[in-house]
């Protein structure tokens, strides 16, 4: 379902409220720009420093890393004071609701939501607390390297 039709759809109460994004015709902004470019600059982060495009150890993967920590924390501000579904309110949910969500999808009985399901609600906190990890621990207890 596109992001039109789960406006339309109505079932979820996190869809109406004096906060709702600007709409265009047809087109609905749900996330604002803050939130995309942090997105996508977490996901540049991610892939250089994973793939090893920069070696481990070295300023520029330090770097990387660093910056990634950095967009974590002005993530988590933001979580609490952004626009409505920016908000940790808006998809953070209890572990037991995203379960119940994922159960719902594979029966094919799931709600629609703008934004964040349950379910990505709690992957978007494990991916910030696994930048986090990945910044707190020291090198030679992480994970072997992928295999060359």
Do not use: C
Not at 89 to 102: G, K, Q, S, T, Y
């Amino acid at each position: 379902m596109t992001m039109e039709g789960a406006a339309n759809a109505g079932s979820n109460d996190r869809t109406s409220g004096p906060s709702t994004p600007a709409r265009r015709p047809g087109k609905m902004q749900v996330w604002d720009p803050f939130v995309r470019v942090f997105h996508w600059l977490l996901v540049a982060g991610f892939v250089v420093n994973y793939f090893e495009l920069v070696r481990e150890g070295k300023l520029p993967h330090q770097i990387i890393g660093y910056g990634m920590v950095a967009l974590v924390v002005l993530r988590i501000l933001w979580g609490f004071l952004g626009p409505r579904h920016a908000r940790f309110r808006d998809f953070v949910v209890h572990p037991i609701e995203a379960l119940r969500h994922l159960r719902d999808t594979l029966a094919h009985r799931d709600r629609r939501h703008l934004g964040h399901n349950p379910a990505g609600g709690a992957m978007v906190i494990a991916a910030g607390l696994w930048v986090v990890r990945g910044a707190t621990t020291p090198p030679d207890t992480r994970a072997p390297p992928l295999p060359q």
